[in-house]
């Protein structure tokens, strides 16, 4: 039976990212996956191509496809353009980032962890309102940052952490903040996630709170105590990596960024600058992206094959990718991920 295609973005990003994208296109096309591509450039390789981080076409192409796979995209740090991802953010308004933490390869340090993170991804400290205050001379004598949180921005971020842990079935929520210090930034998102849940979620599952010091804590010293954590922006960000860490590192982390009408999915580690072109990057977090893209697209049958090939790769057949401690290179780890997926 042939499938109604889907077109989709395809920005195969900076350094590693095309590695990983070309991974994770062979096992897409092994499922026979409907995504019909446009590629696009964004990151450190629009600059080079067409002067601008963010082409007017890779808008464009979003805009019309409301969907895209996104390898990682190189920001400067201190001076430099402003972040391609932040800006994707702002532009379709992808409030929801959702990076699920999964062990498939057990035995570690942390085993059966099976965690979901969702961040706020527009607001709070994130929104890169900041400047420096001139004092006897010295221009950078005060840095300062401002921090916005609307209501609005609180609700739909934990309405969609709500609805996602009813629909996946999740327990416990857990809503992070730091109200007793920002009581104003977080405090809001606090007041408003506990007004939602007594108005229209109570009994659906446990609400719990938790201050974001102790929850970094709690993380490392029992992480099985958590369920779903949501979260503001900045505390989000850190604590996915956190959560990350915990199930092998930044290599097995995926994230979807969702908004009202678009959707990008991505590795939530970075271009890898020190590995790129060595051919030895390990692909599974934009794999794994790629299956929350086939969850998005209705297609969770090819979602799931893809999330057991990648399991039975790297624990029946042992194949894994040296960060994982084995010895294959991508080429390596995709061909065994290929095979499975054929079923041989
Ligand atoms: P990074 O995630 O690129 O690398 C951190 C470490 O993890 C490095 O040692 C790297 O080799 C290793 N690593 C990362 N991904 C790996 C993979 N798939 N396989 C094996 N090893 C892997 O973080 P960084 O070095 O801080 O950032 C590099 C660049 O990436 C920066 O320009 C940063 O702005 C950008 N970045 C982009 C995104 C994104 O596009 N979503 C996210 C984070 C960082």
Redesign the pocket.
């Known amino acids: 039976m042939t499938m109604t295609p889907i077109p989709a973005t395809l920005i195969p990003?900076?350094?590693?990212g095309p590695e990983?994208v070309d991974a994770t296109l062979a096992a897409l096309d092994a499922l026979k996956a409907p995504f019909e591509w446009d590629r696009q450039i964004a990151?450190l390789g629009g600059v080079q191509a067409a002067g601008d981080p963010l082409p007017v076409a890779t808008l464009d192409s979003i805009r019309r496809t409301r969907l895209a796979l996104?390898g990682?995209?190189?920001?400067?740090?201190g001076g430099g353009y402003r972040?391609s991802?932040v800006r994707l953010r702002e532009e379709f308004q992808l409030y929801a980032n959702l990076r699920p933490a999964l062990t498939i390869i057990p035995g570690g340090r942390f085993d059966k962890i099976d965690l979901m993170v969702v961040r706020e991804n527009l607001e709070g400290l994130y929104i890169g309102h900041e400047h420096y205050v001139r004092i006897d001379g010295d221009p950078h004598a005060v840095g300062m940052a401002t921090g916005i949180n609307t209501r609005q921005g609180c609700r739909r971020v934990l309405e969609y952490a709500f609805e996602t842990a009813i629909a996946t079935g999740r327990k416990k929520v857990t809503l992070v903040h730091k109200a007793n210090i920002m009581k104003v930034l977080t405090g809001l998102f606090l007041e408003t996630g506990l007004q939602m849940y007594e108005e229209k979620y109570k009994g659906k599952f446990e609400l719990d709170t938790i201050i974001v010091d102790a929850c970094a804590m709690k993380l490392v010293l029992n992480p099985w105590q958590f369920d779903m954590l949501v979260t503001t922006n900045l505390f989000g960000d850190i604590l996915s990596d956190l959560v990350a860490g915990l199930v092998g590192?930044?290599?097995m982390a995926p994230?979807a960024n969702i908004g009202a009408d678009a959707a990008i999915f991505?590795?939530?580690?970075?271009?890898?600058?020190?590995?790129a072109g060595k051919g030895?990057?390990?692909?599974i977090?934009l794999l794994l992206a790629a299956a929350l893209m086939l969850d998005h697209c209705k297609l969770p049958e090819k979602a799931t094959q893809l999330r057991r090939a990648i399991d039975e790769t790297l624990n029946i057949d042992k194949v894994r990718?040296?960060?994982l401690g084995g010895t294959a290179n991508t080429a390596a780890f995709t061909k065994a991920l290929v095979s499975r997926i054929h079923g041989v």
Not at 13 to 16: T, Y
Not at 72 to 77: A, F, I, N, R, W
Not at 266 to 275: L, N, Q, R, T
């Open positions: 990003g900076d350094g590693i990983i990151g996104k990682p995209l190189e920001t400067p740090s972040s991802n590192g930044l290599g994230g991505e590795a939530v580690h970075g271009s890898a600058p020190d590995i030895i990057a390990n692909p977090a990718t040296g960060d």
